[in-house]
């Protein structure tokens, strides 16, 4: 039961969590200091990390529903050369395609029943966002066939997440959400980029048209990721500037020496993908590799310097409105 469970969790990605939970903790706190319901906005939390959960496991099964159509497709040879993270239990046979889907619409259901509970309490903007979200959730694993990919994160972890938490917490609808919601999200979209960047190859030869592998190379496709990052810390001008938060939003520029290390890594990923960045402390939490240290390595800075960019958006938010 604990194997399989272990199994279920590996193949939910559960791993980025964090991306969600530190997303909606940036705008919990800005509800909550604006006297948000906290109990709603927690209940949203349970929904959007399942929602989040469904969209991983999804986009796993149709990405095995590719994999199989191919005529040269040999179980045993993408085992020893994919990355762990992307349907790899499917394919060792850990799992059945059907168990896959069906564990999808359950993250789905049990995230629904969230959602109705809070529409009774909250209003029918509650429908507009889960709608939203939803949809997301399903298109995803299309949509990141067609160089899409980063447009769907950036609107579900932005106008969808922050704009429906904070709708639930505090039953109205703000502008100055969606602006808040820029800073993370970018970082959320780094994550996706720098994913793609390292799956160059893999989207390749599985069909799929990612932006990163628009560029003639990996190389070449970081100019994407330089201007994100930099973007990352363009935006908290702007929140000073519309008098959404004080200059404490500065204390997010205390990451850039996280987001220099991060670029540094990816590019010697790009010459030499074997490499392994050495483990300094501001890299950790690391926890599974996966057998894979080269990947997951970068995986987790870029996931961690999100966390903790996050968690100085959230401290600022409480200097600047307690």
Not at 8 to 32: D, G, H, I, K
Not at 200 to 226: M, Q, R
Not at 246 to 271: A, C, G, R
Request: glycine fraction near 4%; charge should be neutral.
């Amino acid at each position: 039961m604990l194997n399989k469970l272990t199994v279920v969790l590996e193949c939910s990605r559960v791993f980025s969590l964090p991306m969600t939970v530190m997303s909606w903790f940036v705008v919990f706190t800005y509800s909550a200091m604006q006297s948000g319901n906290k109990l709603y906005g927690l209940l949203a939390l349970a929904g959007v990390c399942l929602a989040h959960l469904a969209a991983n496991v999804f986009d796993d099964y149709f990405d095995y529903q590719s994999l199989i159509r191919q005529v040269n497709f040999d179980k045993k040879e993408y085992l020893k050369n994919s990355q762990k993270t992307k349907c790899r239990y499917i394919v060792a046979g850990l799992v059945k395609p059907y168990e896959i889907l069906i564990l999808g619409i359950i993250y789905l259901l049990i995230a629904a029943s969230f959602g109705l509970f809070l529409y009774i309490k909250c209003g029918v903007g509650v429908i507009y966002y889960a709608a939203a979200g939803g949809i997301l959730v399903i298109l995803y694993p299309f949509l990141s066939k067609i160089r899409m990919s980063e447009i769907a994160v950036a609107l579900a972890y932005g106008p969808a997440l922050f704009g429906g938490v904070y709708y639930v917490m505090t039953q109205t609808s703000s502008y100055d959400i969606f602006l808040l919601s820029l800073p993370t999200t970018i970082m959320t979209v780094v994550l996706l980029y720098i994913h793609t960047v390292m799956d160059y190859e893999y989207d390749i030869n599985e069909g799929h048209n990612t932006l990163a592998n628009s560029f003639d190379s990996p190389l070449c496709a970081l100019v994407v990721l330089k201007w994100l990052l930099i973007l990352a810390y363009i935006v908290p001008v702007v929140l000073c500037i519309f008098d959404i938060l004080d200059w404490q939003v500065f204390l997010v520029f205390l990451t850039i020496p996280l987001s220099i290390d991060l670029f540094k890594s990816i590019k010697e990923y790009t010459v030499d993908p074997e490499s392994i960045p050495a483990h300094k402390w501001y890299h950790f939490p690391m926890e599974n590799m996966m057998h894979a240290p080269n990947f997951m390595t970068r995986i987790y800075q870029s996931r961690n310097l999100m966390i903790y960019y996050s968690i100085f958006m959230a401290i600022s938010i409480i200097l600047a409105l307690a």
